[in-house]
């Protein structure tokens, strides 16, 4: 069993920067698969960021590219995204997911290649 836990949602101003952070535990020592779904009410969940286990490959949704990055510390496994310019249309519940597994022909792209998920945290930017 892995529990996953995200942070640092919070209302911005358009423009500004935010970083999130998501924590997986329970299985010291894995080596994990880990990415960034949002979602708003009434929208399917949708892809934002994925990232390898070690660190070495990662993908991006187009309407994020240049501006997220997504980044890790193996270590702990833990997951950052790092979120600049952010528009009102960022505006989400950002979901932290894991897959116990890295499976170099997967995409991660899609939410039933993840195997543990987060409560989600609020992000909100205004106009």
């Known amino acids: 069993q892995v529990q996953v836990v995200e942070s640092g949602g919070r209302l911005v101003q358009a423009g500004a920067s935010l970083r999130l952070s998501c924590s997986a535990s329970?299985?010291?020592?894995?080596?994990?698969?880990m990415g960034w779904f949002r979602q708003t009410p009434g929208k399917d969940r949708e892809f934002v960021a994925t990232?390898?286990?070690?660190?070495?490959?990662?993908r991006y949704t187009d309407s994020v590219k240049g501006r997220f990055t997504i980044s890790r510390d193996n270590a702990e496994n833990t997951v950052f995204l790092q979120m600049n310019s952010l528009k009102p249309e960022d505006t989400a519940v950002y979901y932290c997911?894991?897959?116990?597994?890295?499976?170099?022909?997967?995409?991660?792209?899609?939410?039933?290649?993840?195997?543990?998920w987060g409560q989600g945290t609020q992000v909100t930017v205004s106009t």
């Open positions: 990232i390898s286990w070690n660190g070495d490959s990662t």
């Open positions: 329970g299985r010291p020592g894995s080596q994990l698969r």
């Open positions: 997911a894991v897959s116990v597994y890295d499976y170099s022909g997967n995409s991660y792209t899609r939410e039933n290649e993840y195997d543990y």
